[in-house]
């Protein structure tokens, strides 16, 4: 993952609310997993393997944050549990095949995630984040990139 796409996903996780913070993890989860393909197909074993391992804490994550309470909680899991144990046979085996049955099921689940996302009015879970404002200015020599950032972050007396 590259620090563009990293800072991305920490902007969006500054923004979002429960659900839509699903849709990042499935994201993320998504973005390794391609990577690990990419190397794959490189012959970089290490790498594919270090980007498996990602993978799996955030499904590791996703499976520790169910909330039992639900019975869809029970049904996630399983695929939750599912997934680790590709993730886990494709490291050992070297094998790719199965990591895109995962993907399959990543993306299905992160486009019912992102349906409810939006009829989640819960608003961000963070609070007292940074607002961003970027933009463009013209000047004599060409364009300037324009980024405003305010102190009144944090705790204040």
């Given at each position: ?13 500054t923004q979002a609310s429960r ?95 992102e349906k409810v996302s939006e ?13 961003v404002y970027a933009g463009l ?21």
């Open positions: 993952m590259t620090k563009e796409e990293i800072n991305g996903y920490s902007y969006r996780v659900t839509e913070l699903l849709v990042i993890m499935y994201d993320v989860t998504l973005n390794y997993i391609s990577d690990s393909i990419s190397y794959f197909e490189n012959e970089n074993v290490e790498r594919f393997r270090e980007d498996i391992k990602k993978a799996q804490r955030v499904i590791n994550q996703l499976t520790s944050a169910l909330d039992q309470t639900y019975e869809i909680s029970l049904e996630l899991m399983r695929l939750y549990i599912y997934m680790n144990n590709v993730l886990v046979r494709s490291s050992i085996r070297k094998e790719v095949e199965e990591l895109k049955v995962v993907v399959g099921m990543i993306q299905k689940l992160r486009s019912a995630f009829q989640d009015k819960s608003g961000p879970i963070m609070i007292n984040t940074q607002q200015t013209y000047s004599n020599d060409g364009l300037n990139e324009y980024h405003d950032q305010t102190t009144k972050r944090g705790f204040t007396v």
